[in-house]
């Protein structure tokens, strides 16, 4: 039924030190799995890359359990059911989830989960908008940033998947949005077609004298995907009872010695403001609510969105140092089989 | 009618660089003021020293107006009605307010406003628990921290002034508050006298192991009032959901250099915790609810205070120098004219 195909996967070989490196995976020939009574065989189309994987990866974080060395890669994907005997999911049935970097798997919906994707929806939306990085950025926003009409809000990592939906939200209530993203063509894509205010290339502007031309009364919520100096010009240009929503520090993750903090986090006092980190999985029983928001600004036209799909299984380890170089804009996804 | 006295001030003759020495103030004397029409004369009792004074001193803050070279020191004291023309104020009322450093004003009632010390409450507990000092425990811990019954609060600075009521208020409401001190002699009074469940001796015991053992489900809110590596310590024992109020960071009060902030800052996402500045005088519309809570638990003989007095007016600037020192238990004030 599947002649043709083999299976594959990328194990974690090692821990990274500093920068993710190819040899920190192994690809690995793994025979066909065999869905039994009350399985589906998913043949996975489209992968994901995340900052957050870096984490999972070095195990040097506690909220979820880091993957062991030999463990298939963790991640999103969607795909399309083969073979089911599963009434909800018949074959053909476009499904996402956690699928981890494989080529094929079965599930019985309780060992890997599986979400529909609705009719008309692009797997690729599904795994972006859609998907966790839209929760992300609804929750992140809505939930702990509060944006109201006519606040300055400020967004790092703007031309990310996160932040461009993130900024997005913002500009949908109400606010003015300033983004700050690496290159002109980033920048260009923030200002021209996501409807921010204005954008920063911290490659080639000064960003702390940027920030505070363009935010004279100060930034009401900063939603940070980044930390280090760019968290700092943030902390000195904040408003009275500004909201800092922490969702990421990209710029963190590739160090290996420590880290500064911010030395500045005692403005937070003189401007009676707040810090606060989130995760996402928190807000599970109100993952539907957020779906049904996104997709009616998706529905309106109001969201507009972008995918930088790389070409191939084997690219995905590609894919996610891609992602630290700052090179995609949108979501960083591989198509597996193109 | 103020015969044998004369008035003095201490004025600020330099900003301090590092630690407040005594050449940073000039005692000066200067002519008795006058009372006219509509103003009283207010003979000064009691004046307090505060952590917040040298950023006032070092004009490195912008939440309140620095104070100038030459101008009185401010602070808050508590005195008697000498002189009245004030239906108000009759002479003999005990009064409180922003006097400043000096032995004697007038005031109209709006050059200074006046606040009456209600009859049986003495000036010293006029100046700490229901002053700017119990009113900044009670928003702080209330407000920004949110204690819930059963919670694990950690309280820095525990022993002084707004650390040791902030303390208290937790307990109140049904947390088991840890306190941080240096020294037996004030960890001894946060247990034995103020119900701290326990408390830890920086100065002698390893904090952070001390922490983690006291706390083993995590710290619910945090109460910081000196920053630094304590901050540090919390943010690596946070429970889920935790609170940290940012109240002062006296740690770092007398660095003149850089001063590092706190490099694990991103386990408030991980622990979904929140970090939030504030500012007592943004809650002034409420301070009558708190000065009613806080006499309520004074009557009720829930709270304790204490409070550290040097004798004399011209002690001013060493009670200041010692509450940097950490030597003061409770409110560190000056008697005026023992």
């Known amino acids: 039924m599947v002649a043709n195909s083999h299976n594959q996967q990328f194990q974690l070989a090692a821990r990274p030190q500093g920068e993710i490196k190819p040899t920190d995976f192994k690809l690995v020939d793994v025979p066909m799995p065999v869905p039994g009574a009350g399985e589906v065989l998913v043949e996975v189309q489209y992968l994901t890359a995340e900052p957050a994987m870096k984490g ?135 200002v021209s077609e996501l409807g921010f205010e204005a ?39 904040l408003a009275d009872r500004a909201r800092i929503v922490l969702c990421g520090g990209i710029s963190r993750y590739n160090e290996s010695g420590p880290i500064a903090g911010p030395a500045n986090y005692f403005n937070l006092v003189y401007r009676r403001a707040r810090m606060e980190g989130f995760i996402v999985l928190d807000y599970a029983s109100r993952f539907s609510e957020a779906i049904s928001g996104l997709t009616k600004h998706l529905d309106s036209g109001e969201l507009h969105h972008r995918e930088t799909v790389l070409q191939g299984f084997e690219q995905l380890p590609q894919a996610l140092m891609d992602l630290f170089r700052g090179s995609n804009m949108g979501k960083q996804l591989v198509a597996v089989n193109p």
């Open 56 to 190: 999972w990866m070095e195990a040097r974080v506690d909220y979820v359990a880091p993957i062991k060395i030999g463990d298939v890669m963790r991640g999103q994907g969607a795909g399309i059911v083969l073979q089911s005997d599963l009434p909800d999911y018949p074959k053909g049935t476009l499904v996402s989830g956690h699928f981890g970097w494989r080529r094929y798997l079965v599930s019985d919906d309780r060992s890997i989960p599986l979400r529909k994707i609705p009719v008309g929806v692009p797997s690729t939306t599904a795994l972006n908008v859609l998907g966790i990085t839209g929760l992300t950025a609804w929750f992140g926003m809505l939930d702990i940033g509060m944006p109201q009409p006519g606040n300055t809000v400020l967004v790092s990592g703007a031309a990310g998947a996160t932040g461009s939906v993130a900024g997005q939200l913002a500009r949908i209530a109400g606010a003015r949005v300033i983004g700050i993203a690496g290159g002109q063509e980033k920048c260009n894509w923030l």
């Open 199 to 237: 954008a920063i290339d911290y490659k080639s502007e000064d960003t702390s004298a940027r920030v505070a031309q363009l935010c004279p009364d100060g930034v009401d919520v900063y939603f940070d995907n980044v930390g280090g100096e760019i968290l700092d010009v943030a902390l000195n240009n």
